[in-house]
Nanobody, 117 residues
Framework: QVQLVESGGGLVQAGGSLRLSCAAS????????MGWFRQAPGKEREFVAS????????YYADSVKGRFTISRDNAKTTVFLQMDSLKPEDTAVYYC??????????WGQGTQVTVSS
């Protein structure tokens, strides 16, 4: 059974930085796609960033472009999200997800990120 475990969330002031990590455990194998999503109170879960394929192509939501950077390890089982210039509107529970091929099959439990103004 594959499990994804996020870490690195917390409380930070606006303009600060946080680095999230998500590691796979259990029956691990490389994932073609790994991504981050977030859900703020009263809102639907939304896409944040993803990294995919052997080339490691990256994709970002417009709201985080230029501020967040997604990366992964060589084994393609751990994904990171470097978040800089954080804003109060970035406050949410952040979830990582992994897809063996295309569909996000595995999800983490989430880590809280709170940005104070």
């Amino acid at each position: 059974q594959v499990q994804l475990v996020e870490s690195g969330g917390g409380l930070v002031q606006a303009g600060g930085s946080l680095r999230l990590s998500c590691a796979a455990s259990g029956r691990t194998f490389s994932f073609n796609v790994m991504g981050w999503f977030r859900q703020a109170p009263g809102k639907e879960r939304e896409f944040v960033a993803s990294i995919r394929g052997s080339a490691g192509s990256t994709y970002y939501a417009d709201s985080v472009k230029g501020r967040f950077t997604i990366s992964r390890d060589n084994a393609k089982t751990t994904v990171f999200l470097q978040m800089d210039s954080l804003k109060p509107e970035d406050t949410a529970v952040y979830y990582c997800a992994a897809a063996p091929q295309i569909t996000y099959t595995y999800w983490g439990q989430g880590t809280q990120v709170t940005v104070s103004s």
